[in-house]
């Protein structure tokens, strides 16, 4: 049975901002049910209350270049699986986890190297695994750290490491003279496998130098090895692309089901629809919508507002969508312009479009129970997650074929998809959806298709451990020092 220790920057239900949290929320007992022993380590932000929390270490004073920094472990098992909490109360007893008002905390480069640096404490004094599977550029540095300046450390020796790349999008890009304050200087790491143009570059790292890589789609996989989606980095993975797997995000269906949820009106089926509609009707009143509306179709939005995302097509689009017989309700943040787009959307069509600028956990699952369809138009999308739920709940997708959007979601069959990453493309999936909408038997059809789709994570668990088995062949591992996920041992105490 493979010892995995998990890094990431986030993890529910202690954190999370977005997908990876969901992620390390759901992958990890989904491996200790397949077999896998495994820990994750991740951040004590200032939100995260020590009640509940055991602490297993204290009085850690770790170096990090010039500075040495207080640290305290705390512990706590969710699922069956140990959570280790790095307490550092200068860098991580804030508000947010990354940044306030969408600005980032400067210091990020200091917060995730100490991520890092803290994790390899957890492996000497708590957790030794034979694997450890470092998640997006928060935790990249771990790698060089292994090769580097602890590569003749009896602690680490035999230690494998994986790197699962979330979204290429976000590398963890510094300016060069900050890369001292993460412990990785000249005289420890050669500083071009550090940097990319110039700059301090987390992910770079742990490409260049993690004995394996992954990411949360095939199709992603593919497509950052190619120039238009590979963030500047498709070269360094089309080297290493033998060492690249993609791997299915799966979801958590105990949260994300129409038959249990218990945020909707009316629970419903594949083998009984009735209470999708008393779930529609709902959602109109939630939004102010007129309940007159309830046999036109509904299409719903739950997103981060970005280009990204696929938003400027949105906006390219908007006066002809409105213009089309269809309701339209979103909820989400992000760039002001798309917030604003919104808003002007709301005003100008007030019976036909609502938004609410906030993240509302209730709320959106509401708009997959109520909506009749789901749209995720995005430039890329490592997997995405909602075009998952959206099909569990009939809730029909309309999505761009990207990424994992063109791994889950086949068109015609369980959704409507589009390549061309245009406005027109878009409008031209809306049509076709709206068509097949008016014939209710055809529409049924598809639901009932959709609803029966499992993307659970017992698939994707699967793959990691026969993976993690690959990584481990005429490898020597370390032993774990965590007897049981209650009985939390420090072997130096």
């Not at 917030?339 to 509302?360: N, S």
């Not at 999936?429 to 014939?439: G, I």
Request: proline share 7%; charged share 25%; net charge negative.
């Amino acid at each position: 049975m493979p010892q995995v220790l998990m890094v990431a920057s986030e993890a529910a239900p202690f954190a999370k901002s977005g997908g990876l949290g969901d992620v390390l929320g759901s992958l990890p007992p989904a491996l200790a049910r397949a077999g896998v022993d495994v820990a994750v380590v991740l951040p004590r932000y200032g939100f995260i209350p020590a009640a509940g929390l055991q602490r297993v270490r204290e009085n850690l004073w770790i170096p990090l270049g010039p500075n040495t920094w207080p640290v305290e472990i705390y512990a706590a098992v969710e699922g069956g699986v140990p959570f280790f909490l790095i307490d550092c109360p200068p860098l991580y007893g804030r508000p947010g986890l990354y940044g306030e008002d969408g600005t980032d905390y400067p210091d990020n480069h200091i917060r995730f190297g100490l991520l890092c640096r803290a994790a390899l404490e957890v492996v000497r004094h708590l957790f030794r695994p034979r694997i450890l599977h470092c998640h997006d550029w928060q935790a990249a540095l771990i790698p060089a750290w292994l090769r580097y300046p602890l590569a003749l450390d009896p602690t680490f020796l035999g230690i494998r490491t994986a790197l699962t790349i979330h979204n290429l999008g976000y590398q963890g890009r510094f300016a060069r003279d900050a890369i001292p304050e993460t412990g990785l200087d000249e005289s420890t790491v050669p500083v071009d496998v550090v940097t990319h143009r110039g700059d301090l570059n987390f992910l770079k790292a742990g490409i260049e130098l993690a004995d394996a890589l992954t990411t949360v789609s095939p199709t992603y996989a593919r497509e950052i090895q190619t120039p238009e989606f590979g963030c500047g980095l498709d070269e360094l993975l089309r080297r290493r692309s033998a060492d690249l797997t993609g791997i299915l995000n799966g979801v958590d269906y105990s949260r994300w089901s129409p038959e249990t949820d218990p945020y909707i009106a009316t629970n419903y089926s594949p083998e009984d629809l009735s209470g999708k509609r008393d779930c529609k009707a709902d959602l109109l009143a939630e939004f102010g919508l007129p309940a007159a509306a309830i046999d036109t179709p509904l299409i719903g939005i739950v997103s981060r507002f970005t280009s990204q995302k696929g938003f400027d097509l949105v906006a390219e689009a908007a006066g002809e969508l409105a213009s089309l017989d269809l309701l339209l309700v979103a909820l989400g943040t992000g760039e002001p312009r798309y917030e604003e787009m919104f808003r002007k959307l709301h005003e100008t069509y007030p019976g036909k479009v609502a938004v609410r600028i906030a993240y509302d956990e209730a709320l959106a699952h509401k708009i997959e129970a109520g909506a009749d369809m789901f749209l995720m138009p995005s430039r890329y999308e490592p997997c995405g997650l909602n075009q998952i739920y959206s099909l569990r709940y009939g809730t029909i997708p309309i999505v761009r074929l990207t990424g994992g959007l063109a791994d889950t979601v086949e068109d015609g069959e369980t959704g409507f998809g589009f390549r061309d990453y245009s406005a027109a493309a878009l409008l031209e999936a809306v049509r076709r959806a709206l068509e097949v909408w008016r014939d209710p038997r055809r529409w049924r059809r598809m639901m009932f298709r959709a609803m029966k789709k499992d993307f659970s994570w017992a698939a994707s668990a699967r793959r990691y451990a026969a993976l993690y088995e690959r990584l481990l062949e005429g490898s020597r591992g370390a032993v774990r020092e965590l007897t049981s996920p209650a009985g939390l041992v420090d072997n130096d105490r």
